[in-house]
């Protein structure tokens, strides 16, 4: 185990009470595309495991391959895990920062295993359990990392999917996030079932 790693393990250890060794990482990404869901996934880590990767980072920090290689040794390793999705509809409904906030609890609430602390990248959830919320907690906590990186090719993968459906955008480039292709192909042809109404209304077909 690198020092790094160990650093972010002894960072989710802080948090745990005598006899404690579960700890919760919760994360999101997706909050600011044009298109597709937010994504977010909660992991159970066990702190005093011995299945602890190295590598693991913020998400946004690695490669796509890096995060590629993590995703199924993460998916294998942790106690539990689970992802959610919140849907371009319900976004426009409720906004993106109430959507991501009930994506985040759906996700802590889908867990089976039992675990003792739920950490949280920089968001305030409403859930039972105690929690911790952890400014840029995806650079500083095992958990909060892992969590991320799960999202992140999940919610890539989607994408890349939608892309076979609505080529016109470029989805599997851009992820749905804003590009000068993505805006220009708004404008021409206007939108797709996919795009959040209420962040593209300033982009309108011609």
């Known amino acids: 185990m690198t020092e790094k790693t160990i650093q972010k393990i002894e960072f989710d ?11 919760v990482g919760v994360d999101e990404v997706g909050r600011g595309p044009l298109a597709g869901p937010v994504v ?13 990767l190295d590598g693991v980072d913020d998400s946004k920090k690695g490669s796509e391959k890096k995060r590629e290689g993590l995703y ?9 895990y689970c992802i959610c999705e919140i849907s371009p509809e319900k976004i426009d409904e409720i906004n993106i920062l109430e959507a991501t906030k009930l994506c985040m609890k759906n996700c802590v609430d889908g867990l089976k295993k039992p675990f003792d602390v739920v950490l949280v990248d920089a968001m305030n959830i409403a859930v039972d359990s105690r929690k911790e919320i952890i400014v840029k907690g995806d650079a500083q906590s095992y958990a909060i990392g892992a969590a991320s990186i799960i999202a992140k ?12 459906i609505y080529p016109e955008y470029a989805f599997a480039k851009n992820k749905g996030y804003g590009t000068k292709d993505h805006i220009t192909a708004l404008k021409e042809i206007g939108s797709c079932p996919i795009h959040r109404k209420t962040f593209i209304k300033n982009f309108t077909a011609k």
């Open 13 to 23: 250890k802080q948090f745990l009470y005598d006899g404690e060794r579960f700890v």
């Open 72 to 80: 199924d040794g993460l998916r294998e390793s942790v106690v539990d």
């Open 40 to 52: 977010c996934c909660a992991v159970v880590i066990d702190c005093f495991g011995e299945n602890i």
């Open 153 to 164: 090719v999940y919610r890539d993968r989607l994408m890349v999917e939608y892309d076979k």
